[in-house]
């Protein structure tokens, strides 16, 4: 029987959840398990709910799921909240000073602080955290040994005295939960003769910007685009990157704009609510035609909205925010392999033809850990697309071309005065109001489009190739989607995913090819107007005859799409 567990670990925030989770989560893949570890968490920095899932299994894992195995509470409310999540062969740890109610029916194992650090006072929490890390492994009759080790490397910087409360707490909640009944075993997992990587999709993005030769990231906090932020700043100092808080998104975008015409790969970002006072910048990139990536991590609005839960709602913001028209890119990934891929390719991008790239992400896709084997990540090759060498005559940083895209220099970089202008311009770069020079120029910047469409694809088919219901998705739905279109086929109904990640300029011919043979298109998206319905009608004529749309702040999962999909007829 395949091995597929989901553990709960769920409290208030500032109780430790995610100091489980993390030692825990690594120590399952360093034993040979395929691990995927999601979080889900209020907009609070005390109290409140959160929870982090870890699904594990001996095969790739491509998508969180519903169910629990394994549930630890450490309060009342994950009780309450998820002990109807628990499957039939359920069981439950708690804080036994926080929990006093259990349901009935369930095995459990209730930890006390003063069991796993006997003599220790005030130290409740190391002591249930560690002892339910412990308890975990215990229960899957796996080895201690991994964990222990993660414990000294977690909380190394917090002294010896700190480490050995954690080993000492591990080891006695192992040793409970060993002496129980238990329906779990891990014990035909061994550990993988080649590396692998537990990494998230901003972790993952962070990387691919430092190989992809980012110089400048500017911002301003806002959940969840903070986390990439962070990912770059923890290894700014090794590759020499500058790493600008700004006091607000105006300031940062522009920030990075000036840099940016100066020479400095750069790249911003922010969430929906930030991105608003971006837009007035934003036209400055798209007519200075200056190279700029933007991140737009999207949550649940309007406003604000639900700040730390997910969303698919802004594609037709990045599409068409701005003033006038301009040319831009989109690109969306699905997995952390992809978010590597793609950034990278973004910085490229956006120096090839001038402009500003945008890479769409949420919440689910920032914080969900993912399995990766290191060849999965591809060698990335820097394009700077930077004119050198001597001009022939005048230099114009406009100068009208066949495909848009202009000789760039870089001030102070050479004899050639650089003229740039955030107002309509003429070909050496001044300020013009001649309206046969508007005309050209902007059809200049617009046929930028032409040419780069013609390298975007970024499609991802997975399942029956001949299958007569296709579905369609974008950005982080790709896993769920996925792992369901495998699940319908093990009920004997074909289905093939088609995943895009590069959404604009749109890659109308390569998408009507994958849609080919489509008897039943259905297009899933986590908002609730079908945005990417809209944008593939407007491309490409074809619509969607079902739509399964998600708007609640979580992600999908496998068993909601296929719910879901029972309704098509």
Known sequence: MTIDLNILIGGAAGQGVHSITGPLAKSLMRQGCWVLSSQSYESRIRGGHLFNKVRLSGQRLVSSREGVDILVALNQETVTLHQGELSSQGFLIYDASEVKEIPGGIPSLGLKHEDLLPGVKGKAEIAVNA??????????????????????????????????????????????????????????????????????????????????????????????????????????????????????????????????????????????????????????????????????????????????????????????????????????????????????????????????????????????????????????????????????????????????????????????????????????????????????MHDKRLRKLQTMVQEMGGITVAGDPDAPLVLLCWGSSLGPVQEAAARLAVEKTPARMVHLSELWPFPAATVAAALNGAKKLVVLEMNATGQLNRLLRQETGLKADHLVLKYDGLPFTPEYIVRNLSKVA
């Open 131 to 440: 002892g339910a890390c412990g308890a975990i492994l215990g229960l899957l009759r796996t080895p201690l040994a991994p964990v222990l080790s993660l414990l000294k490397e977690t909380f190394g910087d917090k002294g010896p005295e700190v480490v050995d409360w954690n080993i000492t707490a591990a080891t006695r909640g192992y040793e409970q939960a060993q002496g129980m009944d238990s329906k779990f075993s891990l014990a035909r997992i061994t550990p993988s003769p080649e590396p692998r990587l537990l990494i998230s999709g901003h972790e993952a993005m962070a990387l691919g910007a430092l190989a992809g030769g980012l110089q400048l990231i500017s911002g301003y906090p806002m959940t969840p685009w903070t986390s990439l932020l962070n990912a770059v700043a923890q290894r700014a100092g090794l590759y020499n990157v500058v790493v600008e808080q700004a006091e607000d998104e105006i300031a940062a975008i522009n920030l990075a704009i000036g840099a940016s015409y100066t020479g400095a790969r750069s790249m911003t970002g922010t969430s929906g609510g930030g991105f608003c006072l971006m837009t007035e910048a934003l036209g400055l990139a798209g007519i200075s035609e200056t190279p700029l990536v933007i991140v737009v991590s999207m949550r649940p609005g309007p406003s604000t909205g639900l700040p730390t839960r997910t969303s698919q709602g802004d594609l037709g913001f990045v599409l068409y925010a701005g003033q006038d028209d301009f040319p831009r890119a989109v690109l969306a990934p699905g997995t952390p392999a992809q978010g590597f891929a793609l950034t990278a390719r973004a910085l490229n991008l956006a120096d090839r033809y001038q402009l500003p790239v945008f890479l769409l992400t949420d919440q689910y896709f920032a914080d969900t850990q993912f399995t990766h084997l290191p060849g999965e990540f591809p060698e990335v090759e820097v394009d700077r697309a930077l004119t050198i060498g001597p001009s022939s005559g005048t230099y114009e940083r406009y100068a009208y071309t066949g495909n848009g895209v202009s000789p760039r220099r870089l001030p102070g970089f050479g004899p050639e005065l650089v003229v740039a202008d955030s107002d309509e311009h003429t070909p050496d770069g001044h300020l013009t109001e001649d309206l046969q020079v508007r005309i050209k």
